[in-house]
Structure formats: C-alpha cells, structure tokens
C-alpha cells in the first residue's frame, strides 16, 4: 500500500510538471522580484535576498526551490535594475528548471507620496531531466522491487532551454501598493520529451494580482522601533492552477510574523505561519506551511513546506539612512524592507 501510494504521487508530480506551474515562496515579500518585475528596487540602496523552500519533504524531497536576486535603484534616472537567479528541483531531483533573469524597472512620481513603477524582465530558462533516477516497470519485481535494468531506450537530448519574457506594474504611497504581473508572454517551450501535442503547449502564462496595506501601531523613536500591520492578499493563475492568498504580517522593533490562508480554488491548501527578526542590514524569516488538503493524511502526511528568506538591505545601515534622509526617495512598505 505504501509503494502504491508513493506511486500515486509520483504519477500526480509528473501531470504537474508536464502541465507546467511555478514555484510560489510563502514569503513573497522576501522574493518580491519573483511575483512582479515592478517591485524591483524599492529600496534606495542595493539589496540581496535568497530564499530557500521546501515542500512536501516526506513525499522524499517532493519539491525543492533556491533563489537568489540583487537589486538596486539608481535616483537620478528613476529607474532600477535586477538580477534574479532560480533553481527547481521536483521529484529529488529528477526534474530541474534554473532560470536567470535580468529586470529593468522605471519609477515615475505621480507626487511625493504617490509613484507607479513598471517593470520588464528578460530571462533564460533549462530544464533537466535525471534519466538514471527515474525507475520504469520493467525494473520492479513484485516481492523484491527494484531488482533489474531497463530496457527504455535513453533520448538523446535530456535538457531544453529557452526564452523567457514577463512584465509588470505596480503603485505604491505610505500606506498601501498594488501590483499586477504577467510572468511567460512569450510562453516559452520548456519541454524535454515531445510525447504528444499536450506536452508541447508551452509554458502557461501566469496572471498575477497583488496588494496590501501598512497601519502604524505604535510610532518609532530612538528607543523604540515602533510596530506596524500590513494585511495583504495575491491572486494567482497559471494555465488550470490558482491560488488565493491572504493574511497580515505584523512587525515590532526587530521582530516580525505573520499568518495567511491559502486556498487552491478546488480546496484549501494550507495555513502559513511566519517568524523573524531583523538587525541592523539583515532580515531572517522562517515560515511553516500547515497543509490543510487531502495530502496532509496521505501516506502519513506532506510534511508541510518549510521556508527560510535572508535579505541584506544595506538601506538600513546608518550611513545609507542619512543619505536616505538627503533625499525625496520614499520606498515601498516595510513589509518589503
């Protein structure tokens, strides 16, 4: 019953990836570049993040993702630059996407407190596929598993790269912002293995709708850091796959959580909790996802997903902070900071 269960898995991993659908950090606003190419530089100084996710890790490593991106604007051109690095790892790696972005993004001041931001990414992507960790039926013995070679012919080609085009807009004041993204325009071909037209589609264009709000707790001074609410929700659609996602995150001083609900449209997916302190330049967050759909009681349960985000905002360092106060730059939430 077990093996048939892990089977049944793997069978449901492999509709999902020849569908094709994009990782989603639970902290989306420590991987802001991810979800929309506007949010890229609402920070005055550069800035660093690297995220780490893992979900399902009972299914053995179901889906394992890494991300790394650098970002910076530069204010007298109004306008910021990117760098978005991303790898993808599902089924333990059998199957692995990288992609690596470049992301231009112009800030255009409506007022003081008021600005739109569109963003343009231009990227690359490769797929892989670990031809000798995959196990045909011709290799399983009934008692003894898996006891023989294959006789599946090996393809020739085992990766694919392509083209890979998004965009997005985004408007921000002190208290709230709002986004819109398009990720695959071009919806590029990722496909390794041309079985059939249905796998030859291309990748789904993922639609995006995000905002959110920041209502101050208690006013900061010098001894006090001062606390803040910011509740947010995002929308997201990828070809048959959606999500609805929506919660708060709550900061005091140098410590920061949250708590959001995400459902999958068809079913509840998975309640989100988040933990985390930030000191001077660096911001640390972990967040556990609580499965709340069938998967929780399958094959004695998913394993949630665990995440863990690093940002290194050097904005925060205090010779950047009087720089800062130097100018009429005003960044997004703190939520992004």
């Given at each position: 019953?077990?093996?048939?269960?892990?089977?049944?898995?793997l069978?449901?991993?492999?509709?999902?990836?020849?569908?094709?659908?994009?990782?989603?950090?639970?902290?989306?606003?420590?991987?802001?570049?991810?979800?929309?190419?506007?949010?890229?530089?609402?920070?005055?100084?550069?800035?660093?993040?690297?995220?780490?996710?893992?979900?399902?890790?009972?299914?053995?490593?179901?889906?394992?993702?890494?991300?790394?991106?650098?970002?910076?604007?530069?204010?007298?051109?109004?306008?910021?630059?990117?760098?978005?690095v991303?790898a993808?790892?599902?089924?333990?790696?059998?199957?692995?996407q990288?992609?690596?972005?470049v992301?231009?993004?112009?800030?255009?001041?409506?007022?003081?407190?008021?600005f739109?931001?569109?963003?343009?990414?231009?990227?690359?992507?490769?797929?892989?596929?670990?031809?000798?960790?995959?196990?045909?039926?011709?290799?399983?013995?009934?008692?003894?598993?898996?006891?023989?070679?294959?006789?599946?012919?090996?393809?020739?080609?085992?990766?694919?790269?392509?083209?890979?085009?998004?965009?997005?807009?985004?408007?921000?004041?002190?208290?709230?912002?709002?986004?819109?993204?398009?990720?695959?325009?071009?919806i590029?071909?990722?496909?390794?293995?041309a079985?059939?037209?249905?796998?030859?589609?291309?990748?789904?264009?993922r639609t995006?709708?995000?905002?959110?709000?920041?209502?101050?707790?208690?006013?900061?001074?010098?001894?006090?850091g001062?606390?803040?609410v910011s509740?947010?929700?995002m929308?997201?659609?990828?070809?048959?796959?959606?999500?609805?996602?929506?919660?708060?995150?709550?900061?005091?001083?140098?410590?920061f959580?949250?708590?959001?609900?995400?459902?999958?449209?068809?079913?509840?997916?998975?309640?989100?909790?988040l933990f985390?302190?930030?000191?001077?330049?660096?911001?640390?967050?972990?967040?556990?996802?609580?499965?709340?759909?069938?998967l929780?009681?399958?094959?004695?349960?998913?394993?949630?997903?665990?995440?863990i985000?690093?940002?290194?905002?050097?904005?925060?360092?205090?010779?950047?902070?009087?720089?800062?106060?130097?100018?009429?730059?005003?960044?997004?939430?703190?939520?992004?900071?």
């Amino acid at each position: 019953m077990k093996y048939l269960l892990s089977l049944s898995f793997l069978l449901l991993l492999g509709q999902s990836i020849a569908l094709g659908q994009d990782p989603i950090y639970s902290q989306f606003f420590s991987a802001p570049l991810q979800i929309n190419p506007a949010s890229v530089g609402n920070t005055l100084a550069p800035r660093i993040t690297m995220n780490y996710r893992s979900q399902w890790p009972s299914f053995n490593r179901a889906y394992v993702t890494y991300g790394v991106a650098y970002e910076q604007f530069f204010e007298p051109l109004n306008s910021s630059i990117g760098l978005m690095v991303q790898a993808d790892e599902a089924g333990d790696g059998i199957y692995k996407q990288n992609n690596v972005s470049v992301i231009y993004g112009y800030r255009l001041a409506i007022n003081r407190d008021f600005f739109v931001k569109l963003g343009i990414e231009v990227g690359g992507g490769q797929t892989i596929l670990s031809w000798d960790k995959l196990v045909f039926f011709d290799q399983l013995d009934a008692l003894q598993g898996n006891i023989f070679s294959s006789q599946e012919l090996r393809p020739n080609n085992l990766s694919s790269t392509y083209l890979d085009i998004g965009t997005g807009l985004m408007a921000y004041g002190k208290q709230f912002y709002a986004g819109f993204s398009l990720k695959h325009i071009n919806i590029p071909n990722q496909a390794i293995l041309a079985i059939n037209d249905n796998l030859n589609t291309g990748l789904p264009l993922r639609t995006t709708v995000h905002m959110g709000g920041e209502f101050s707790l208690q006013q900061s001074n010098k001894s006090n850091g001062g606390s803040f609410v910011s509740p947010n929700a995002m929308f997201i659609k990828q070809g048959q796959f959606a999500q609805v996602n929506a919660g708060a995150y709550i900061g005091s001083g140098s410590i920061f959580g949250g708590i959001w609900y995400r459902h999958a449209f068809k079913n509840s997916d998975a309640a989100i909790f988040l933990f985390g302190v930030q000191y001077d330049v660096l911001k640390i967050g972990y967040s556990y996802d609580f499965t709340l759909s069938r998967l929780a009681s399958a094959a004695g349960g998913s394993g949630g997903a665990h995440e863990i985000a690093l940002t290194f905002n050097f904005e925060n360092s205090a010779s950047w902070q009087r720089q800062k106060k130097a100018t009429r730059y005003n960044d997004c939430l703190k939520i992004f900071r």
